[in-house]
T-cell receptor, first 111, second 114 residues
């Protein structure tokens, strides 16, 4: 079946630290991969995506590379800011009918 | 351009009552999706609708839950005879075509059953 496993949190980092949130997936077809971010009390916002192997999605300093050989889509940022504090969800979609989400990783960045 | 609008933001219902959650998609979007987020969990797919049609309801509970997306007006997720286990955040998303490229999500309706 289709599923996403992501690194459990919570994660606490100091400002300007390097961030990695791991995400691996299983899929019955050829998925598109996504990272969404959820700020407190809000809905999910699309952060970045990749639709085929070796594609790199990037946005606001965040990056993730679609690795088919390791079935992974790890999220990275070189220097986090306090404003990056949120919950991050890895997700996949095969048909577009539905997305399969990981359980989310809570990130807190302290000044 | 308004995004996906959901209302109410918060809804409190007593056990046995009905809950009606509304979702107005992004203007021009004809595909609507409903997801449920239980505490400390990720989002779980419930149903995918296109104007006046249910395309995929594989994630909907078999009883008490229904969804519609009429030709005019918002999409409605209806939960009859609510129970405490229905307490969750319900998110609606929309897209202009089948959403493999990603959706736009609303801010959600937080349902509390007391």
């Amino acid at each position: 079946g289709n599923s996403v496993t992501q690194m459990e949190g919570p994660v606490t980092l100091s400002e300007e630290a390097f961030l990695t949130i791991n995400c691996t997936y299983t899929a019955t077809g050829y998925p598109s991969l996504f990272w969404y971010v959820q700020y407190p009390g809000e809905g999910l916002q699309l952060l970045l995506k990749a639709t085929k192997a070796d594609d790199k999605g990037s946005n606001k300093g965040f990056e993730a590379t679609y690795r088919k050989e390791t079935t992974s889509f790890h999220l990275e940022k070189g220097s986090v800011q306090v404003s990056d504090s949120a919950v991050y969800f890895c997700a996949l979609s095969v048909t577009g009918n539905q997305f399969y989400f990981g359980t989310g990783t809570s990130l807190t960045v302290i000044p | 351009n308004a995004g996906v609008m959901q209302n109410p933001r918060h809804l409190v219902r007593r056990r046995g009552q009905e809950a009606r959650l509304r979702c107005s998609p992004v203007k021009g979007h004809s595909h609507v999706y409903w997801y449920r987020q239980l505490p400390e969990e990720g989002l779980k797919f419930m149903v995918y609708l296109q104007k006046e049609n249910i395309i995929d309801e594989s994630g909907m509970p078999k009883e008490r839950f229904s969804a519609e997306f009429p030709k005019e007006g918002p999409s409605i997720l209806r939960i009859q005879q609510v129970v405490r286990g229905d307490s969750a955040a319900y998110f609606c998303a929309s897209s202009s075509k089948r959403g493999k490229d990603g959706y736009t999500f609303g801010s959600g309706t937080r349902l509390t059953v007391v």
